[in-house]
């Protein structure tokens, strides 16, 4: 079974731009969660997708969106991108919900110039 | 939102050596995993353990839910081990750890 892939890997944008991110989850899993990565913070958790709803979100300002399609694939905006939004992007996809074990996807890693 | 605390923060052990990494959390959850960030930062889940005790070859985690806190053991230590441990906890959403940075030597 394939694992959890994130596109794209490595991105480059400048403050101002947006930013959309994609995650397809192991197959068969329709929960799908994202989460941010910095030296400072470690991770944090953005929100989550079950059957394409928003069950769950952290405390993130609304610039921060994302969205689940049918099969079960996920999408992230960032808008209005801000220097702090260097990061690194995590997506996780679980069969169920999160009491289910999370598998991780490697990541976008994303530079705000 | 819940509290987790891991300790040590760095590790530095020779290979072959055994190590305990440590994980409390401030309130009762519905879920605890064990994950090891390797440098090119992937995140592999290494136990699902609410409570109790589980082991995966040389590596073996305890969880007492009652007393609100986790343990990894690693045994026998490799190069390969070295990376970031993270725990997390969910109850309702998931909560990280700052992690253990495990640096092991030849």
């Known amino acids: 079974k394939a694992g959890v892939t994130q596109t794209p890997r490595y991105l480059i944008k400048t403050r101002g731009q947006q930013v959309t991110l994609s995650c397809s989850p192991i197959s068969g899993h329709r929960s799908v969660s994202w989460y941010q990565q910095t030296p400072g913070q470690g991770l944090q958790f953005l929100f989550e997708y079950f059957s394409e709803t928003q069950r769950n979100k952290g405390n993130f300002p609304g610039r921060f969106s994302g969205r689940q399609f049918s099969n079960s694939r996920s999408e992230m905006n960032v808008s209005t991108l801000e220097l702090g939004d260097s990061a690194l992007y995590l997506c996780?996809?679980?069969?169920?919900?999160?009491?289910?074990?999370?598998?991780f996807g490697p990541g976008t890693r994303l530079t705000v110039l | 939102g819940i509290q987790v605390e891991q300790s040590p923060p760095d590790l530095i052990l020779q290979e072959g050596a055994n190590s305990t990494l440590r994980c409390n959390f401030s309130?009762?959850?519905?879920?605890l995993q064990w994950f090891h960030q390797n440098p090119w930062g992937q995140l592999i889940n290494l136990f699902y353990?609410?409570?109790g005790t589980k082991q995966n070859g040389r590596l073996s985690a305890t969880t007492v839910a009652t007393e609100r806190y986790s343990l990894l053991y690693i045994s026998s230590s490799q190069t390969t081990d070295s990376g970031v441990y993270f725990c997390a906890v969910e109850r309702g959403k998931f909560y990280f750890g700052s992690g253990t940075k495990l640096n092991v030597k030849p």
């Open positions: 309130d009762s959850v519905n879920n």
């Open positions: 996780a996809s679980s069969s169920d919900d999160t009491t289910d074990t999370q598998y």
């Open positions: 353990i609410p409570s």
